[in-house]
């Protein structure tokens, strides 16, 4: 029990460092949202009229005070480029990756583990090195790159996919995943790469074990001692690995969204950014952060279910 | 070798003229008689951000926010002033009390009838500097506002400024909104447009719906949706594939393709924007206008306008606004003399290699940056070696607009076409855009002048000067005009009033869609 | 098998070859081709196809694409490898230390990367980009700083390991002093993890700048890197693909050409991990 009280404080300890570092590099950040508000119309005592009504102009531990305040009695508070609820903007944009974060693992793990599996099954033979080949150059192209090719092909060439955009699932459940498709795709395509080598390096130490000659001994057929017995054990590992890509996930999103204009949590953020708006900022790294760091607590727990010789502590 | 190529290149695609006439041009469509319904969706090129009218400079809001808003006066097409919501309006011989009879029975979208008292409260808002309102240096020399009756709000000025009723036409000043409507205008925008607010979704659309009893009658469309697409090449798609009416800001690089196509209209018209390249005033070398004037010979504008804009505009010498009174016809542009530029450069004590300047520009607009690395190539035949910094719009707008911490830099304006606003908050030395550090007492003089000036023709001479003046010293290198452009379908009729003429604005009061 | 017969598998040798390739030509370009090649505009030539004048075609200034990549060859590696560089001066001893000395200094310093690795490392360059300004050594520090808590993390690893080590114990007994003992005993064991692992982080550096330079926090034209070649082409995609092409394959290759270096300079320093 004292683990998950450890990991517990130790994750608030460092969500708390993350919200003051935060807090404390976006206000060193050159310019604020009063100019980005303004722009080129914008005089200095206009802006500095802007600021008073943004509250801008207290001093950066009280607007900390207030925003921590606010986070945790459950007020975010509003986006002051966007002037909507942040709560509410969080909602919705988190949504939006949701859905391309859980298609693209979805497309990722459903190739990568028949590969890696049918690679480490036919390890050194040309099969392993077209798999591993393919996987190798998967791996090798930055996730827009993907993205690039993807639009040429499905949105220019063959016209099948819409090269942008996000719809609401809310109103049309299959418009949103078809607007989804591209972009989880471009992620799903890097992240498949990778899980297919974690894969296979993992199926060749299982099947290089004793219980697997014994099995295979017994007269089991190969089918049988591959995809029951030897993946059966691969799951844990493979899963751990998939799990620690969130957080490389949540950095690609950044890319990924802005070439598709799909306004998730990564367009969010490089918005929020762009535009010098410290609470929008504050909260959505916050929340990527968590994210991340919950992720990797599941994970952790996952692993210790599976495989209970990992020590607690 | 490069140089040559680049020249002989250009001389085969110049075929533009500089005649300033038909400011709209529609590629031809049969008028027909307009119907009602339909929800128009719009593939807008920019995000929309702070929905309060007062608050926002972006041209991106008040481009969306036209359609929500009427002014308490407007402009026509030759940009005099006209009636909006106050049905006529009279400006005391002296220049000092202005009487606005407001229109009776308009009503806002919130249901209430407008009477002078919304006008006041509008002003009075904008004018507190607790608001934060862009405009509110409009209201400087406002003395007192008053209601004699119900329908009538007479404003008496400290002192005279004639501009004072061109800069109401603004809808960021003008805005008339229900008293007592501040604190809702950033999320509910409410006001007597011809469309009442819907709904908005940060970063992906402002949705808009027909305001049945607008003054003006109503609209012809149930609604409009302008969905953001930022991206240039995706809203060619859009529209190409039908999920999109209509578009904004075609790329200029596909410009001659789309108007060749006869699935789709166009409508293009400038200036959008005007350009210029700026020079820090107060950074040592360009405090001598002989070094300035050299940097201007440097620039062939249009082959700047070539390169960067793919030929989308018209060269000019003066920012005022081609349709204005004010125009200085007589401003033509210093003709590239890279020779000359190196002779003034070492009048002024510069030899070749001298002068190392950074450029900063701004990705915000990305021909800045195709723009800056043409420049690149010329300087550096001229013997001054030119660095790009490509800046986010944060940081150019918080290093060279707000710190002036630069030393050439490049910039558009929109919707400048009021000639006090324009030439004193760029050049009068306290103006509130003077962030080169023109420091001209010429200049201070002659837009104070014109401040005080009544008479029209006499105002539009002084003018005329100031941009002669801004000319000869080379201040600024006013480059050109941006078109600007749109495309729809052709199922989209009445494009010809789609256009404000301050140019930046889209209004969808009389466009209507095709059953 | 020796070193190096492991080395010359069908991999490392496909590997060796693109890594070469782009190495002779990030070195060689800069000789051979003159700088303002890359940036010569041709008007005549706008968004031009694959032709004989220019084999891979032209950019949207009418500047010859081949050109370009061959001299951003040089940013975009020059970049990556500092980047590294920067991540090891700092990553390097925080690990060793955090490692070697256990206990609260470890707990503390560990909490530090373990908030750093809370961030994405593309969102913690990007943000630290727009703090500096965007130019070419600030996308170094960004990169070199976001991937610092990755490599503390696996230093401190082996750290751990090797502090274990029999030989270690008996140094200590020795009284080696503790600089000394970092120095000749643990450096030296931990050395082919970190060279393995600066290998792959040479590949995701490459990656990260043309990440960087493709929101426009990267590196400032007119010079040429990949990243920013792709940015610049992607106004232009329906009409030009190639300007998107050639820069994508040219990260592509050599990032390819990094992992299979990576993978099999990891079997031979590494045998472990195989």
Excluded at chain 2, 368 to 396: C, K, N, S
């Amino acid at each position: 029990m004292s683990y998950f009280l450890n990991r517990t404080l130790s994750i608030l300890l460092t969500l708390l460092l993350i919200s003051m570092i935060t807090f404390a590099v976006t206000n060193i950040l050159p310019g604020d949202v009063a100019m980005m508000i303004m722009g080129t119309q914008s005089n200095p005592e206009a802006l500095a009229g802007l600021r008073q009504s943004l509250g801008l102009n207290d001093p950066i531990y009280i607007q900390y005070a207030h925003w921590i305040g606010g986070m945790l009695t459950g007020n975010w508070g509003n986006s002051l480029i966007f002037k909507v609820p942040i709560a509410t903007l969080l909602l919705q944009k988190a949504t939006a990756s949701a859905i391309i974060v859980v298609m693209s693992m979805t497309i990722a793990l459903a190739l990568a583990v028949p590969l890696g599996v049918w690679s480490a099954v036919h390890r050194d033979k040309w099969q392993d090195t077209v798999s591993s080949s393919a996987a190798l150059f998967g791996v090798s192209l930055p996730d827009f790159f993907w993205g690039i090719m993807l639009i040429l092909l499905f949105a220019r060439t063959l016209g099948w996919f819409p090269s942008s955009g996000f719809s609401d699932p809310g109103e049309d459940f299959s418009q949103s995943i078809y607007h989804a498709f591209l972009p989880a795709l471009a992620l799903g395509l890097g992240l498949m790469a990778h899980l297919t080598r974690m894969t296979r390096s993992t199926m060749v130490g299982i099947l290089g074990q004793e219980f697997i000659r014994v099995s295979r001994a017994k007269g089991l057929s190969e089918r049988t001692v591959v995809w029951r017995y030897a993946l059966s054990n691969a799951i844990g590992p493979v899963a751990t690995i998939a799990g620690l890509q969130i957080g490389y996930l949540f950095g690609s999103i950044i890319v990924v969204e802005t070439l598709f204009s799909y306004t998730g949590m990564g367009w969010l953020t490089y918005q929020a950014l762009l535009n010098r708006d410290v609470p929008l900022i504050q909260a959505s790294v916050f929340v990527i952060a968590a994210v991340v760091m919950l992720t990797n607590f599941l994970v952790d727990l996952f692993y210790l279910l599976v495989d209970p010789r990992v020590r607690l502590g | 070798m490069k140089r040559r190529d680049f020249l002989i290149s250009t001389a085969a695609l110049m075929g533009s003229t500089a005649v300033f006439t038909n400011l709209t041009t529609l590629s031809a469509v049969a008028q027909e008689t307009p119907v009602k319904g339909g929800t128009l969706i719009w593939g807008h090129s920019e995000t929309v951000q702070n929905l309060d009218m007062h608050q926002t400079g972006t041209a991106s809001t008040s481009r969306v926010l036209q359609n929500v808003h009427s002014s308490i006066v407007t402009v026509d097409a030759n940009l005099n002033v006209i009636p909006g919501l106050a049905e006529s309006f009279e400006e005391a011989p002296d220049g000092l009390t202005y009487t606005f009879k407001m229109r009776p029975g308009v009503k806002f979208h919130n249901g209430a009838t407008m009477t002078a008292a919304d006008a006041k409260y509008s002003f009075e808002r904008c004018k507190d500097p607790a608001t934060g309102a862009v405009n509110f240096e409009v209201f400087n020399n406002v003395a007192s506002m008053e209601m004699p009756d119900e329908m009538t709000l007479v404003i008496k000025m400290s002192q005279v400024n004639a501009p004072f009723l061109a800069r109401l036409a603004e809808n960021g000043a003008g805005v008339i909104m229900p008293k007592d409507s501040g604190d809702i205008q950033g999320t509910t925008p409410t006001g007597a447009g011809p469309f009442k607010f819907v709904s908005y979704e940060a970063g992906n659309a402002v949705t808009l719906a027909r305001f049945d009893e607008y003054w003006d009658g109503p609209a012809y469309l149930d609604g409009v949706v302008a969905r953001e697409i930022t991206e240039p090449t995706v809203r060619l798609t859009g529209l190409r594939t039908g999920e999109l009416h209509m578009i904004n800001d075609i790329p200029p690089d596909r410009m001659e393709e789309i108007k060749g196509d006869t699935t789709f209209q166009t409508v293009s018209w400038f200036p959008l924007n005007f350009d210029f390249i700026n020079m820090n005033n107060d950074f040592e070398p360009f405090k001598n206008p002989k070094v300035r004037q050299a940097f201007d010979m440097v620039i062939d504008k249009e082959l700047l306008l070539q390169g960067a804009l793919w030929g989308q505009g018209k060269i000019t010498a003066s920012p005022s606004y081609p349709t204005s009174s004010a125009y200085n016809t007589a401003l033509v542009n210093r003709p590239q003399d890279i020779a000359g530029a190196k002779a003034l450069l070492a009048e002024a004590g510069y030899a070749p290699g001298a002068l190392k300047i950074v450029f900063k520009a701004t990705t915000n607009y990305p021909y800045h940056i195709e723009a800056a690395q043409i420049l690149v190539e010329w300087f550096r035949e001229a013997g001054v070696e030119l660095t790009i910094e490509q800046l986010t719009w944060a940081d150019w707008l918080s290093q060279v607009w707000t710190d002036k911490d630069f030393e050439m830099s490049m910039m558009n304006f929109f919707g400048l076409w009021e000639s006090d606003f324009l030439y004193y908050s760029l050049y009068h030395s306290t103006g509130g855009f003077n962030y080169r550090h023109i420091n001209d007492p010429v200049i201070d003089e002659l837009v104070t002048r014109a401040r005080v000036t009544v008479d029209g023709t006499a105002r539009a001479d002084i003018y005329k000067q100031v941009q002669q003046r801004v000319f000869d010293e080379a201040l600024d290198v006013v480059i050109w005009f941006r078109n600007g452009s749109a495309a729809a379908q052709t199922s989209v009729g009445g494009l010809d009033t789609l256009v404000h003429p301050n140019g930046n604005a889209l209004q969808f009061h009389k466009v209507w869609l095709k059953a | 098998m020796s070193a190096v017969k492991r080395f010359l598998t069908t991999k490392g040798l496909i590997g060796i070859a693109l890594l070469g390739l782009v190495l002779l030509v990030a070195i060689l370009g800069p000789w051979l081709v003159p700088a303002d090649f890359a940036t010569r505009m041709d008007m005549r030539a706008r968004l031009s196809g694959p032709t004989f004048a220019h084999p891979f075609g032209t950019d949207q200034l009418g500047r010859d694409l081949f050109f370009r990549v061959v001299l951003g060859a040089q940013t975009s590696l020059t970049i990556a490898l500092a980047a590294v560089i920067t991540s090891i001066v700092i990553g390097l001893p925080l690990g060793l230390i955090s490692g070697y000395a256990r206990g609260h200094v470890d707990n503390v310093l560990m909490r530090l990367v373990d908030t750093m690795l809370a961030f994405p490392a593309l969102l913690l360059a990007l943000t630290i980009s727009a703090m500096l300004g965007p130019n070419l050594q600030n996308t170094i520090i960004a990169i070199g700083i976001a991937f610092t808590p990755f490599l503390a993390r696996i230093v401190r690893g082996e750290a751990l390991r090797v502090v274990q080590m029999p030989y270690v114990e008996a140094a200590r007994a020795s009284g080696t002093n503790d600089v000394q003992m970092i120095i000749r005993h643990i450096l030296p064991n931990i050395m082919p993890q970190i060279i393995v692992q600066a290998t792959i982080s040479l590949a995701f550096a490459i990656l990260a700048e043309a990440g960087l330079s493709f929101l426009g926090l990267g590196t400032q034209p007119p010079q040429s890197s990949w990243g920013l070649m792709i940015q610049a082409s992607r106004d232009y995609l329906d009409v030009a693909p190639w300007t998107a092409l050639v820069p994508g394959i040219a990260v592509a290759l050599t990032v390819l050409g990094l992992n299979m270096f990576g993978d099999v300079l990891r079997d031979v320093l590494d045998p472990r991990a195989r």
